[in-house]
């Protein structure tokens, strides 16, 4: 009996360190892996308003490329300036308005198995300027056929108004 307790804490700071370095390293314009989203979606979602006077606007879409597709995609999160903002889960939108000037933008899919997960990370910068509505749509894709397909991802830049 000791000596499995002797062995048990012998390997015990191993696997702390073994989970520890098996973290989601992000980008800066992120966030911490460690927030995560509870995401409720909306049917007939209103349109989204104006932004405030002096600030731009971010409409942060999520889109799944079909709609049997929704349960099996994760929820998708987006950071501005280092700091999440808001989530997506399958075909909906958000929005944040936001200072005139550089905004760093980063979209993350929450949840996903940890040898996925550097592969669903995308970042893109924008100048905002007052008045201005901005589109970024995170996108899933699929590359290859015959269900052997790899998941694409990323944070596409939409038209502005």
Known sequence: MKAKLFLFLLCAPLVSGVCASAKTVLPDSCG??????????????????????????????????????????????????????????????????????????????QGVMQGMAKDLVDMQSLNAEAGKVYYFEARFGMMGGGGGGVVTFGLTPLNEN
Do not use: H, M
């Open 32 to 109: 911490s892996d460690s927030v995560k989203f509870d995401v409720k979606t909306q049917k007939d979602q209103p349109p989204p308003v104006p932004p405030a006077d002096g600030k731009a606007q971010i409409v942060f879409v999520g889109t799944v490329p079909y709609e049997s597709a929704l349960a099996r995609f994760p929820v998708v999160r987006f950071g501005v300036n280092g700091t999440w903002v808001g989530a997506n889960k399958g075909n909906s939108y958000f929005t944040l308005d936001v200072a005139p000037g550089a905004q760093n933008l980063c979209v993350s899919a």
